[in-house]
């Protein structure tokens, strides 16, 4: 295999954090990362099958899941990277957030397009509930050293992401050059008038019905 560019390993890291999954199988030397999203999210993993093109193991495939949901996805080939990454970013199969993790903008981009939503014209967050409390302080961290504050908002028995209005400005500035076009409704400021008209129940529901998880 030959080396990722910059880009492809940004546009990886950011997938990890949100709902992309890396494994290695059985009696193999190399992990490979796989890219499952609902099938309203085709043109989000088209996306990101063109950007990985040089290391995909075959193009997206829908897939019929429990119930009504139609999974779309597709898996890279093994990787070097791909398990420098398994060992940074796994425990016992469990993602967390290495220490001293720093984040960059299109990272950002990425990981908000996969586990992003809104709520309101204000709310923005980021749904971490994934991770442990730790992994999420490392997280916020990595944000308030490229001057965005948040903090953690409960979410049931879990938490998430949420960050402080004066934040959102900054934020949005950061990630909206690499926002693609099918994902535009999530930001602040895209069409604010349908946005308030949600209710809160119904903005966790967007982000429920945007993705089907691999883990």
């Not at 088209?46 to 040089?54: A, G, H, I, M, S």
């Not at 990454?85 to 425990?91: D, E, M, R």
């Not at 903008?105 to 397009?113: G, Y």
């Given at each position: 295999?030959?080396?990722?560019?910059?880009?492809?390993?940004l546009?990886?890291?950011?997938?990890?954090?949100?709902?992309?999954?890396?494994?290695?199988?059985?009696g193999?030397?190399?992990a490979?990362?796989?890219?499952?999203?609902?099938?309203?999210?085709?043109?989000?993993v088209?996306?990101?099958?063109?950007?990985?093109?040089?290391i995909?193991?075959?193009?997206?495939?829908?897939?019929?899941?429990?119930?009504?949901?139609?999974?779309?996805?597709?898996?890279?080939?093994?990787?070097?990277?791909?398990?420098s990454?398994?060992?940074?970013?796994?425990?016992?199969?469990?993602?967390?957030?290495p220490?001293?993790?720093?984040?960059n903008?299109?990272?950002?981009?990425?990981?908000?397009?996969d586990?992003g939503?809104?709520?309101?014209?204000?709310?923005?967050y980021?749904?971490?509930?994934?991770?442990?409390?730790?992994?999420?302080?490392r997280?916020?961290?990595?944000?308030?050293?490229?001057?965005?504050?948040a903090?953690l908002?409960?979410?049931?028995?879990?938490?998430?992401?949420?960050?402080?209005?004066?934040?959102?400005?900054?934020?949005n500035?950061f990630?909206?050059?690499?926002?693609?076009?099918?994902?535009?409704?999530k930001?602040?400021?895209?069409?604010?008038?349908?946005?308030?008209?949600?209710?809160?129940?119904?903005?966790?529901?967007?982000?429920?019905?945007?993705?089907?998880?691999?883990?």
């Open positions: 295999m030959g080396s990722l560019t910059e880009y492809q390993k546009v990886i890291i950011g997938t990890l954090l949100g709902d992309g999954y890396i494994r290695t199988l059985a193999r030397n190399n490979f990362l796989e890219i499952n999203h609902s099938i309203a999210q085709r043109e989000y088209d996306w990101k099958y063109r950007v990985l093109q040089t995909v193991a075959g193009e997206p495939k829908a897939r019929k899941g429990n119930g009504t949901r139609v999974a779309y996805r597709f898996y890279t080939q093994q990787h070097p990277y791909l398990t990454l398994q060992h940074l970013f796994y425990t016992h199969r469990v993602k967390k957030v220490e001293n993790f720093v984040l903008p299109l990272t950002l981009a990425v990981w908000f397009m586990d939503s809104r709520c309101r014209a204000q709310d923005v980021l749904n971490t509930q994934q991770f442990d409390e730790e992994s999420q302080t997280l916020l961290s990595a944000l308030l050293s490229l001057g965005l504050h903090t908002n409960k979410d049931k028995q879990y938490q998430r992401i949420r960050f402080l209005k004066e934040s959102i400005p900054r934020f500035a990630i909206e050059p690499y926002i693609i076009p099918s994902m535009q409704y930001l602040v400021g895209h069409d604010p008038v349908e946005t308030t008209r949600r209710s809160p129940s119904l903005c966790k529901a967007l982000k429920d019905d945007d993705i089907v998880r691999s883990s």
